[in-house]
């Protein structure tokens, strides 16, 4: 495998984390072991103030779309998923499942520790699937990714602003 680091990258078994930009070329891919393909992740760390700790932490995934959530969850190429400690963003990286099985889609999921999934549409197969995985679903959301994020983290999700087309008040 050849691994091209733009900055510090740390590899666990199944799971890439860095601090910076990696692309994993060839070999197997911690995604999916059976499929050689192109990884790429990437991941942005915001700065923590003085004598923070790590405590109320959430992995929040958001299929994207250009700048929006992604309409079905199922067949997105790509999630933001936003590390969160007491309500802000602590650091963001991005997860691309291009080509990967539902059950695989899921496998990244708990890989990467999501205990979220905020999102537009989604087949109850997969919704059962998140669900049973302990990973907590919030859907029929549309909008562009940072205003999504803002609402998240103040909890106005539950604005009608932010509902998909022909969802109507839940």
Do not use: K, W
């Amino acid at each position: 495998m050849i691994i091209l680091c733009f900055q510090l990258v740390i590899f666990l078994p199944g799971v890439i984390f860095s601090c910076g930009t990696s692309i994993a070329l060839g070999g197997t891919n911690p995604c999916n072991p059976t499929t050689d393909q192109l990884v790429f992740v990437q991941h942005n760390n915001f700065p923590r103030q003085s004598g923070e700790t790590c405590r109320d932490v959430a992995r929040v995934a958001i299929p994207i779309f250009r700048s929006r959530v992604s309409p079905v969850f199922d067949s997105c190429l790509q999630l933001l998923v936003v590390e969160v400690e007491e309500n802000r963003q602590t650091s963001r990286s991005q997860l691309y499942l291009d080509q990967l099985s539902p059950s695989q889609r899921l496998d990244v999921l708990r890989r990467a520790g999501v205990t979220t999934v905020i999102c537009g549409g989604i087949s109850e197969v997969f919704h059962h699937m998140l669900n049973s995985a302990g990973i907590r679903t919030i859907t029929g959301i549309a909008g562009e990714i940072e205003e999504v994020i803002t609402a998240f983290l103040a909890d106005r999700l539950d604005q009608a602003y932010f509902y998909m087309p022909g969802r109507g008040g839940q």
